[in-house]
């Protein structure tokens, strides 16, 4: 079932991910201001789109009022451009999903009338300690319940997921898990952008990353290697309807095609019913295929939220690319790798381009856009892909934000 109005991701700018392990990461260099600035007027200036035509403004951050202490951040932009002043502007959150949230919601807005919706997603979090701002995190989950599972709140309850997996599926191991890794650090090798990018991880040593979880029951299923990073950043996209493209004089060859949109929520003040299923992801990834009209075989390319390296064998079995218990065997064919069939987080997903957090999910569509486009230089796909899919999640599987996109050719405006 086609969009009521057809919306298009015409690009936008990633900044480069930067934390601890980046060569040039400077800490306190850069702020939130920085972070919008850099990430607004890039993509106003990629896409050749002036600041007067857009109409609309969203926001995804998780902790800016925590790691940061400053709130209010749908007035963050103007800072940006003085054009962006008094423009409708608002922020949301969803924990790590926020900026997902930030461009379904830009998506709805262009089918509610708009011609020309910015969605920016930024996080700043190397201002606070390691612990300081595993606790911060630890606000994604049911806090007073959950975070003294483990002074590493969300690393805790990953690692309880992995081993209930292993449990269930005997013939997946750790090492398996660490070869996930590993594939995401050899992908941001190549991606100039990417927080790990001058990191070499093989697989050997990704199995023999330290242990450092203090509660004893999930301490062996969870090593630094397989963990996202803690990254500063931000990315800004830019939507439009047809009316935008041609106000704007945008080539319908420079964009693709938003085909769906959807977002759904779990139950924060629960467990998972199923340790071994993101169960969340799987019925939003679902509902927003079948509305599409796709099924998972055709997906060229995907960007999916790998928190931890287990968590990227979770999605492609709630998407669909892997039945229950088999992603690791996918893995293990190729199929998820650069010159696979379905090339998954192709740019290093969280574990090695980094997670800023809120603007992960904005970064997430722009990957897609990038590779479609031929953009992505020395981590390009060898074909470009016809359809692909963002798949954002915040915290323990209670957010998810997902998205089809499909390839444009060019056509009159």
């Known amino acids: 079932m086609p969009l009521p109005r057809r919306v298009y991701l015409v690009g936008g700018h990633i900044t480069p991910f930067v934390g601890k392990g980046h060569p040039t ?76 949230l930030a ?36 606000r994604a ?62 697989p050997e040593k990704a199995a023999k990353g330290p242990k450092f979880l203090s509660n004893p029951e999930y301490k062996p299923f969870l090593r630094v290697t397989d963990c996202s990073q803690v990254s500063d950043g931000g990315a800004a996209a830019i939507f439009m309807s047809e009316q935008g493209l041609r106000k704007n004089g945008i080539s319908f060859a420079d964009a693709v095609e938003v085909i769906g949109f959807d977002q759904g929520a779990g139950d924060i003040w629960t467990d998972p019913l199923v340790q071994t299923e993101l169960t969340t992801v799987k019925t939003v990834v679902g509902r927003v295929l079948s509305k599409s009209g796709v099924h998972p075989s055709e997906i060229e390319v995907a960007e999916v939220h790998d928190c ?27 199929a998820t790798g650069i010159a696979g069939r379905c090339p998954v987080n192709t740019g290093g997903g969280l574990v090695a381009f980094g997670h800023p957090v809120g603007a992960t999910g904005v970064k997430q569509v722009l990957e897609i856009h990038r590779q479609m486009k031929g953009m992505c230089g020395d981590y390009q796909i060898s074909k470009k892909p016809a359809l692909g899919l963002a798949v954002n999640m915040g915290g323990d599987d209670k957010t998810a934000a997902v998205m089809p996109l499909r390839n444009t050719v060019a056509r009159k405006l």
């Not at 931890?308 to 190729?334: D, H, N």
């Open 141 to 202: 989950a049911d806090f007073k319940r959950q975070a003294g599972i483990d002074d590493f709140t969300f690393p805790a309850l990953f690692g309880k997921r992995t081993k209930a997996y292993l449990e269930k599926y005997p013939e997946v191991s750790m090492e398996d898990i660490a070869a996930v890794a590993a594939k995401a650090y050899a992908n941001g090798n190549r991606n100039p952008l990417a927080h790990m990018h001058t990191v070499k991880l093989s």
């Open 308 to 334: 931890f390296a287990v968590t990227e064998l979770l999605m492609y079995e709630a998407i669909g690319l892997a039945t229950p218990g088999k992603g690791a065997e996918l893995f293990r064919s190729g």
């Open 25 to 100: 990461f400077k800490k306190g260099e850069k702020g939130l201001k920085e972070y919008f600035s850099e990430s607004i007027q890039g993509a106003l200036r990629n896409t050749g789109t002036k600041a007067e035509a857009i109409d609309r403004i969203y926001v995804g951050n998780f902790a800016g009022e925590l790691f940061n202490s400053q709130g209010h951040l749908g007035a963050a932009v103007a800072g940006a451009e003085p054009a962006l002043v008094n423009k409708p502007s608002m922020r949301l959150e969803a924990a790590c999903a926020s900026g997902g």
């Open 103 to 138: 461009c379904s919601e830009a998506v709805r807005a262009v089918i509610a009338g708009d011609d020309c919706v910015l969605a920016v997603g930024v996080e700043v979090q190397t201002e606070a300690d390691a612990r300081t701002g595993g606790t911060y995190l630890a």
